[in-house]
């Protein structure tokens, strides 16, 4: 199995940055792709960044130019640049597993936004 744990979250005025991490541990070497995931109150979750094995990154239109996904191994980060009031969300730390359809998720982190 795999745990994920989520950081970096926090309040930040519009226009700031912050850098999310996500620590992987158990049996990493059957995770496959990640991602970063958030949902904002009374919204569907939804997808902000994946990465593959390999590197290959997709990013969700509204993120594209301010967010960057990596990825070192079993560490995830997720890199916010010029931060907008709707970023606000709780943001989760997503894996996949080689042998099994469902995928590992973290308990999440808060985003906040605001002036």
């Known amino acids: 199995q795999v745990q994920l744990v989520e950081s970096g979250g926090g309040l930040v005025q519009p226009g700031g940055s912050l850098r999310l991490s996500c620590a992987a541990s158990?049996?990493?070497?059957?995770?496959?792709?990640m991602g970063w995931y958030r949902q904002a109150p009374g919204k569907e979750r939804e997808l902000v960044a994946s990465?593959?094995?390999?590197?290959s990154t997709n990013y969700a239109d509204s993120v594209k130019g301010r967010f960057t996904i990596s990825r070192d191994n079993a560490k995830l980060s997720l890199q916010m640049n010029s931060l907008k009031p709707e970023d606000t969300a709780v943001y989760y730390c997503?894996?996949?597993?080689?042998?099994?359809?469902?995928?590992?998720w973290g308990r999440g982190t808060q985003v906040t936004v605001s002036s």
């Open positions: 997503n894996a996949g597993d080689l042998f099994l359809v469902r995928p590992y």
């Open positions: 158990g049996i990493i070497s059957r995770i496959t792709a």
């Open positions: 990465i593959t094995k390999g590197g």
